[in-house]
């Protein structure tokens, strides 16, 4: 047993083990999500969500859209691109689906002439790819 004297130290080390605890539980969930999102983004698309980012940064799409934690992504040309994953319609035109991302990614002037964005010879790997990487921003 403690000594009287130890006791406020005693409860202390607990809250803190406590507060640790906590900190580490959190982390470790928001670890299984992430990992459980890119997983999700993968078997929709068949796509590799790192082999994506690689590609995003290859195209510099970056230069037009910013996406949060991607070096280089802070273009304001096009909408952020943090959250499509969870978007209903891309480009203002189609339906947010795998298929039509990829196709959207290699070949958005056929999808909607005019738009400002370019056409930027993705090929169908990569725009693969990308959306995976890019399903992984809900
Ligand atoms: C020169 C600027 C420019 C570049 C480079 C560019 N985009 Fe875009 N992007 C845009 C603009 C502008 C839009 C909005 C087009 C519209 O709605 O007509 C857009 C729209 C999109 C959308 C649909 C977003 C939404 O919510 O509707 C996606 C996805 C996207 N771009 C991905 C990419 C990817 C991936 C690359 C690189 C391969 C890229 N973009 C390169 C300008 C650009």
């Known amino acids: 047993m403690p000594s009287p004297r130890n006791r406020p130290l005693?409860?202390?080390s607990s809250v803190l083990g406590v507060i640790a605890l906590a900190i580490l539980a959190f982390y470790a969930d928001s670890r299984y999500e992430a990992s459980d999102l890119r997983a999700k983004a993968e078997a929709m698309t068949m796509g590799k969500v790192a082999a994506g980012q690689v590609a995003f940064g290859k195209y510099s799409c970056g230069a037009c859209h910013t996406l949060l934690g991607v070096s280089g992504a802070n273009g304001t040309v096009g909408p952020p691109l943090d959250g499509v994953a969870a978007r209903?319609?891309?480009?203002?035109r189609l339906a947010n689906n795998p298929a039509n991302m990829m196709q959207w990614i290699?070949?958005?002037q056929h999808v909607s002439p005019g738009t400002a964005m370019p056409n930027l010879g993705?090929?169908?790997?990569?725009?693969r790819d990308i959306a995976a990487f890019l399903y992984t921003r809900t």
């Open 122 to 127: 993705v090929t169908p790997e990569d725009s």
């Open 88 to 92: 209903g319609i891309i480009g203002g």
């Open 106 to 108: 290699q070949d958005p």
């Open 10 to 12: 005693v409860a202390w």
